[in-house]
């Protein structure tokens, strides 16, 4: 490359430049940043039992989203086996599936084969706002990606002080350094498991990253920092 700098948005990306043979002293690290007051602003006064019934989710039920565009390296086909694994232990858990893109007929398919349609809500790409306001009604999340340069999905959730799995990539790292996430390896059904499990049934670490995510975030990615 002929640029006197080279940013990376996150330290794993960084990592994967330095490999590349992008000399370290014009590498820096800039964060895709996030709009936190805006986000935050569009959920304070949203009411949770009408955001519920606006998207015909189960009321009786927990619910665990995955707010990402359905493409095959995100992985979601990983979740929906997990959940299916999980049923017996999970069964108090509804999966909420936010985002449009090439594999969702793959994925109703899965959905379907498993018997799983009762569990599973696919709600399409939702605009920014009422994504939001939804996001922020989870009990839980989860990004199984397999790949990704930053990860905004893997930023919101515990913005809003949602446990969150993650799958390690992208910005992941940085949570994981700092305790923020629950971090496993891609593309490994029995890492999501295990992970599912730790923020289905949270023990004390998993409720401490829920209640500091919120200021973690704002103080590394918002755009007014």
């Not at 955001?51 to 493409?71: D, E, H, R």
């Not at 709600?123 to 990004?143: F, I, K, N, V, Y």
Request: include cysteine; charge should be positive.
């Amino acid at each position: 490359t002929c640029a006197d700098r080279v940013f990376a948005l996150c330290a794993r990306e960084k990592d994967r430049l330095l490999e590349a043979g992008v000399a370290r002293e014009r590498l820096g690290a800039l964060h895709h940043p996030v709009d936190c007051d805006g986000l935050l602003k569009a959920v304070a006064t949203r009411k949770k039992a009408d955001v519920i019934a606006k998207y015909a989710l189960p009321t009786n039920k927990k619910l665990i989203g995955c707010f990402a565009n359905l493409y095959p390296y995100k992985r979601q086909d990983l979740l929906i086996r997990a959940i299916y694994d999980l049923r017996e232990e999970a069964s108090a858990w509804h999966l909420v599936l936010a985002g449009k893109g090439p594999s969702l007929r793959a994925y109703r398919e899965l959905t379907s084969s498993l018997g799983m349609e009762s569990r599973v809500s696919f709600l399409g790409r939702l605009p920014q706002t009422e994504a939001a306001r939804l996001l922020s009604c989870m009990d839980a999340a989860a990004h199984c990606s397999s790949a990704e340069t930053f990860g905004v999905s893997i930023v919101e959730p515990p913005l809003f002080g949602i446990p969150m799995l993650t799958t390690r990539v992208g910005i992941a790292f940085e949570f994981e350094r700092s305790n923020q996430a629950v971090v496993v390896e891609p593309n490994s059904l029995e890492a999501i498991k295990r992970g599912l499990r730790r923020i289905l049934d949270p023990d004390d670490d998993v409720r401490m990253m829920s209640a500091t995510s919120p200021e973690f975030v704002r103080s590394n990615f918002s755009v007014s920092t």
